[in-house]
């Protein structure tokens, strides 16, 4: 490698150069010995001062190197301890420099589709989410989300331009579809936000003050909202919230009790409640009315609630799923406002199948001051594009597409009404049983009925809800409405329960069988429990068509049968068990099945009533036994508890060729068969237990004897060793064995001495000495700790084989000279053996 010249050096060199330039000028007079100087100045520096200068320069750059890093370690470390000091102000997930876009990805699929378990350690796939598959209409309504978001990067005036055109579309196309004209929408996301401005609008108007003076103009007299008693539970207290008022201002409409539906509100009940409310210085403000209740779909009586809300200028606000019919028929003009009230909330979502569309409440402008004071209306650009989602699906389905898709749900509810008519034992909650109308005369009736605001929504009821009840069509006493006799069943109760839980089996067998059919579980008062399906909220989210239909029907039918022939068979079943002693009938209403029994063993049969705990959990080992051989026959069997606490047997439901007999007595023979099995193990266990006893004094007493004969000091640890060595003792083996046959005790002796069990006869007899198993004799055996390992239902099946073999009127097996004993050596552990447990 070269060394670097410095400019000292050269300068030099240079110099010298110059110098021997000048010795050869004649002119310049330059001695020898001044060039000899030069020349050993030069060669000092070249061979000492320049590498001392290299060495020097590289040395300084090494230690700027290392103070460059020393400095930038010290930042990064301070930035390192920056960090962890906001690390716990930053949540987890928000850490860091952000995640790409495909790691987001992955986190929205893990949050959708995989849920943490109940200990929340392990992270399981939710089965139950699926996205919907989407139309060309709902595509295009998820784009105009994102077309909404990004339209807000407009220039302000293009922005105001656009939106505005947006919203007085909207408005013009939502009045004319449902016949509501010169009304304002007002678009919202919570379902009863629209509603809570409407009521707000009403006291505006009610009280003119109530801007300035806030809830003094209330105070003299305090407002009323009328809501229906079918409204959904809260309704009232959500509106007091949102409105600031006390809970008293909201008053529950009752319903219809002696005639029509019982989800219709009381008009009469109505008048009076309005005019108590003025007499005591109340002032209505509201009415809540519903065209198709939200459970059963029944629709009050819209007219005469309007000519009420008229007479006390009262804001008559309508609800519920039959608005939607409203796009199907031609209402005249002169009803139009007493179909629909002062304002309407509509559910676009719901009945045209199109995701994310706000709903809409339509109200009629009639003081342009009090609608801008609620804040009804709005010129912000940004608020007017959530219609832009509703615009362009409306523009994408067109008049025919929204009408089609409300109409083919009214005809899948029609044609569910028709199937449904066929079924005896299917009573409808839904639709009511009409009065024949009478005869029209003239051709003014005709007309008047065919322009009838109620028509509107009475033709089509979107809305199904049945249960399964008993055939009433059948002959049987019936008591005129006008007579004063009661005629009370005490078993009516009990009914309605176990009606409830077949109804219960049965929208769970049909919602598995028929997917594209969803059905919900309601319980409606004086009804019970029933299954409710709208077409309108899920025939165009599920794709349902009349095939679906027609294959609920079909497995509707299939599962009626098997309730019809258990609900038939049940008071035989009834009647069967009474007929055994040893069975009790368990009520147990809630069981959707022919019914429950429990096993009362002999020796409790006459005292059921005063069972101890103890006697009560023998019962229920009893039962659970049971329980376990039926199941394995049989998995309609089941096992139950019953009020008292005692566990009982379950009989599913059952179909039309199934045998009632069959069953009770298979019931009671297995019942008697556990019976036997326990009572024989319970003796067993008893000789068993006596035999220990025996065998135990036994070998106290030899070890006793022993202890008197060998002396005290062969029983010390160190003097007992020294003795046996000196004078061994003659020590004899023994034992005992216990005969399970007889209950005898006999020593082991000859056993030891023979190498073999010997049968008691034999030698009690004389019959000589005993012989091998291989010698054609027999001879007792004794449990190996290995045959007494096993299970107890082993045990027991052994222990009856044997006693079997051992009977003498045994068919299958010579006749023994003695009986057959068992030894149990390993029940007894350390007690068996005499002399070797010391």
């Known amino acids: 490698m070269a060394t670097p010249v410095s400019p000292d050096i050269t300068n030099r060199k240079e110099a010298s150069n110059e110098g021997l330039a000048e010795a050869k000028n004649p002119l310049e007079k330059v001695s020898q ?18 590498p001392m200068a290299d060495e020097l320069e590289k040395s300084v750059a090494k230690t700027n190197e290392l103070l460059d890093k020393f400095s930038s ?18 949540p987890e997930e928000l850490q860091g420099g ?34 919907q598959e989407l139309d060309e209409t709902g595509k295009l309504a998820v784009t105009a989300h994102s077309l909404a978001a990004h339209f807000t990067t407009l220039e302000p005036v293009t922005l105001d331009r656009a939106a505005s055109k947006l919203d007085s579309d909207c408005k013009l196309w939502l009045s004319r579809l449902f016949r509501f004209k010169n009304s304002i929408p007002v678009y919202h996301e919570k379902r009863y936000e629209g509603l809570a401005k409407i009521a707000q609008l009403a006291i505006y108007t009610k009280y003119p003050k109530y801007s300035t003076e806030g809830f003094e103009a209330l105070y003299s007299r305090p407002p009323v909202i009328y809501i229906s008693a079918s409204s959904p539970p809260g309704l009232g207290q959500y509106l007091c919230s949102q409105l600031g008022l006390p809970m008293s201002c909201t008053c529950t409409v009752p319903c219809n009790t002696m005639f029509g539906a019982s989800s219709k509100m009381d008009v009469a009940m109505l008048e009076k409640l309005i005019q108590d409310d003025i007499a005591a210085a109340k002032t209505p403000v509201l009415l809540v009315a519903y065209a198709g209740t939200p459970v059963v779909g029944h629709v009050d009586n819209l007219q005469r609630l309007q000519e009420i809300s008229r007479t006390n200028n009262i804001w008559l606000h ?3 799923n039959n608005l939607a019919t409203l796009t199907l028929f031609s209402v005249p003009n002169s009803v139009e406002s007493a179909t629909s009230g002062d304002s309407i909330t509509l559910d676009l979502s719901k009945w045209l199948g199109v ?30 594009l959530k219609c832009l989602p509703l615009w362009m699906c409306l523009q994408s389905l067109g008049h025919e597409g929204m009408v ?15 199937h449904l008519d066929k079924l005896p034992t299917v009573k409808q909650i839904s639709r009511e049983k009409k009065k024949r109308d009478k005869e029209v005369k003239n051709i003014k009736e005709l007309i008047s009925k065919a322009i009838s605001a109620l028509l509107v929504f009475e033709i089509v009821t979107p809305t199904v809800v049945f249960k399964y009840a008993e055939d009433s069509s059948g002959p049987g006493a019936v008591v005129a409405p006008y007579s004063s006799v009661s005629v009370e069943d005490p078993a009516e109760d009990k009914d309605v329960v176990y009606f409830d839980a077949l109804n219960t089996w049965l929208a769970e067998a049909q919602q598995l069988a028929n997917p594209n059919v969803p059905i919900d579980l309601v319980e409606i008062d004086k009804e019970g429990v029933c299954i409710r399906y709208c077409p309108l909220e899920t025939a165009q989210v599920r794709g349902t068509k009349t095939e679906d239909i027609d294959q609920f029907i079909e497995s509707l039918k299939s599962n009626l049968s098997v309730l019809n022939a258990t609900t038939e068979q049940r008071k035989k079943f009834k009647s069967i068990v009474a007929n055994h002693q040893n069975l009790r009938l368990v009520a147990l209403d809630s069981w959707a099945g022919l019914g429950a029994v429990s096993y009362i063993p002999d020796i409790y049969v006459q005292k059921e009533g005063d069972l101890t705990d103890k006697e009560k959990i023998e019962i229920n080992n009893l039962n659970s036994e049971l329980v376990h051989k039926l199941k394995a026959q049989d998995t309609a069997f089941s096992t139950g508890h019953s009020e008292e606490g005692i566990i009982c047997v379950r009989f599913g439901l059952i179909t039309s060729d199934t045998d009632v007999d069959e069953l009770v007595s298979l019931v009671y023979t297995t019942g008697r068969e556990v019976e036997e099995s326990s009572k024989f193990l319970e003796s067993m266990s008893e000789k068993i237990r006596k035999g220990i006893e025996e065998a135990n004094k036994e070998l106290e007493k030899e070890n006793a004897e022993k202890l008197m004969h060998e002396g005290v000091l062969r029983q010390v640890p160190v003097v007992s060793s020294l003795l046996n060595w000196w004078s061994p003792a003659k020590e004899q083996v023994k034992g005992r064995t216990f005969n399970l046959t007889s209950g005898k005790i006999i020593p082991t002796t000859d056993t030891y001495k023979y190498h073999m069990q010997i049968q008691e006869e034999a030698l009690l007899t004389g019959q000589g000495t005993p012989k091998s198993p291989g010698s054609g004799q027999e001879s007792t055996r004794s449990l190996s700790p290995l045959e007494m390992s096993k299970t107890a239902g082993e045990v027991k099946a052994q222990l009856a084989s044997q006693s079997a073999a051992s009977s003498p009127t045994s068919p299958s097996s010579p006749q023994p000279n003695g009986t057959v004993s068992v030894e149990l050596p390993d029940l007894v552990t350390k007690t068996n053996v005499g002399s070797e447990t010391k």
């Open 33 to 50: 010995k001044d060039y000899n100087n030069r020349s050993i100045e030069n060669t000092f520096l070249k061979n000492f001062v320049d």
């Open 73 to 90: 370690d010290m930042e990064a470390e301070r930035k390192q301890r920056f960090k962890k000091m906001l690390h716990p102000l930053v």
């Open 355 to 384: 995701p994310a569309l706000p709903y809409i409440t339509l109200f009629k402008d009639t003081d342009q001051i009090m609608t801008d004071t609620v804040g009804l209306t709005t010129v912000d650009s940004k608020l007017q």
């Open 318 to 320: 309508v609800e519920g």
């Open 98 to 131: 952000g995640k790409k876009e495909e790691e987001v990805m992955q986190l929205v699929d893990q949050l959708i589709f995989y849920e943490e378990s109940g200990d929340g350690k392990e992270v399981q796939i939710n089965e139950s989410a699926q996205l």
């Open 404 to 418: 089609n898709r409300i109409k083919h749900s009214c005809e899948l509810a029609k044609l569910f009404f028709e």
